[in-house]
């Protein structure tokens, strides 16, 4: 199985900063690579496919980046509403994979 | 808008069987893959089962492959989860998904609590 690892667990920002998480793969992923936000008592929501293609409605805040193994989420100027928890998941080979999240808190 | 709903959790004993259903609208189901994720209390996300279109080819979690079958029935727009063998492990929330391609989960439902406990 290819595992997928992110960086930091917890993040601290406030709002207005930007922040950058990373996720690194254990074998190459190409962009097979996507980012959900989930918040607490809801379900994920996609934000980015194919490393860095956003999804219709996400703000443009939100980005990716990266090929390969290693991969990164950056949200510019942090928004309230942006404090949650965001996975990376690779959707190149089965069993499909989820990073273990990383929580961004104030 | 598109909705995905899903019933049947509820507290099972170990070794139990459940079947969790998803009811969508909002899209054409038959043209979609559809999957089940899970989250167990407090973890990650654990991608556990997938069925595309037709119905003719699915994927399984290493997890659940032989315990869980996954199946879709595309006249009633339901997606089934049938799970045997239970185990404390299985204790998660169960959400199920719409999959427009190559394992990518672009709608969720609200999910449903499956509790494995004696």
């Known amino acids: 199985d290819i595992q997928m690892t992110q960086s930091p667990s917890t993040l601290s920002a406030s709002v207005g900063d930007r922040i950058t998480i990373t996720c690194r793969a254990s074998q190459s992923v190409s962009t097979w690579l996507a980012w959900y936000q989930q918040k607490p008592g809801k379900a994920p929501k996609l934000l980015i496919y194919r490393s860095s293609s956003l999804e219709s409605g996400v703000p443009s805040r939100f980005s990716g980046s990266g090929t390969g193994t290693d991969f990164t989420l950056t949200v510019t100027r942090l928004q309230p509403e942006d404090f949650a928890t965001y996975y990376c998941q690779q959707y190149e080979t089965y069993p499909w994979t989820f990073g273990q999240g990383t929580t961004v808190e104030v | 808008d598109v909705q995905l709903v899903e019933s049947g959790g509820g507290l099972v004993s170990p070794g139990g069987s459940l079947r969790l259903s998803c009811a969508v609208s909002?899209?054409?189901?038959?043209?979609?893959?559809m999957s089940w994720i899970r989250q167990a209390p407090g973890k990650g996300l654990e991608w556990v089962a997938v069925?595309?279109?037709?119905?003719?080819?699915?994927h399984y979690a290493d997890s659940v492959r032989g315990r869980f079958t996954i199946s879709r029935d595309d006249f009633k727009d339901t997606l089934s989860l049938e799970m045997t063998s239970l185990t404390t492990a299985d204790t998660a929330v169960y959400y199920c998904?719409?999959?427009?391609?190559?394992?990518?989960?672009?709608?969720w439902g609200q999910g449903t609590l499956v509790a494995v406990s004696s």
């Open positions: 909002g899209f054409t189901f038959k043209d979609y893959g």
């Open positions: 998904a719409k999959t427009p391609g190559r394992g990518l989960f672009d709608y």
């Open positions: 069925i595309f279109g037709g119905g003719d080819e699915m």
